[in-house]
């Protein structure tokens, strides 16, 4: 599954943005879809993840409340909205896929990822 990832940019402190994370194949809706993202220099960090059928999410405590994933499988697409962006949040957010839910916030458990989209929050 090769899988392009969309929709970052520069947005000030507070605001939104929606990322898009599409696969190539239709077997998309049979992966479990996460998001992380990473800062030069620094490890990937697991950000939030989704089961093939949306019905378990799961969140980073830095995003919880804040962040929501979702996924339309008629559409090989996953989405990542991003509300009251800080400049913390400021990074290249990757999307995969695995299989199985277990170890879902473990970025070595992924088989395939998209090439990551550059989110920078600031003023």
């Known amino acids: 599954v090769q899988l392009q990832a969309s929709g970052g940019g520069l947005v000030q402190p507070g605001g939104s943005l929606r990322l898009s994370c599409t696969a190539s194949e239709r077997t998309f809706e049979n992966y479990v879809v996460g998001w992380f993202r990473q800062v030069t220099g620094k490890e990937r960090e697991f950000v939030t993840a989704t089961t093939w059928s949306g019905g378990i999410t799961t969140y980073a405590d830095s995003v919880k409340g804040r962040f929501t994933i979702s996924r339309d499988n008629a559409k090989n697409t996953a989405y990542l909205l991003m509300n009251s962006l800080r400049p913390e949040d400021t990074a290249v957010y990757y999307c995969?896929?695995?299989?199985?839910?277990?170890?879902?916030?473990?970025?070595?458990?992924?088989?395939?990822w998209g090439q990551g989209t550059l989110v920078t929050v600031s003023s």
């Open positions: 995969a896929t695995k299989v199985g839910w277990s170890n879902y916030n473990d970025y070595n458990r992924y088989d395939n």
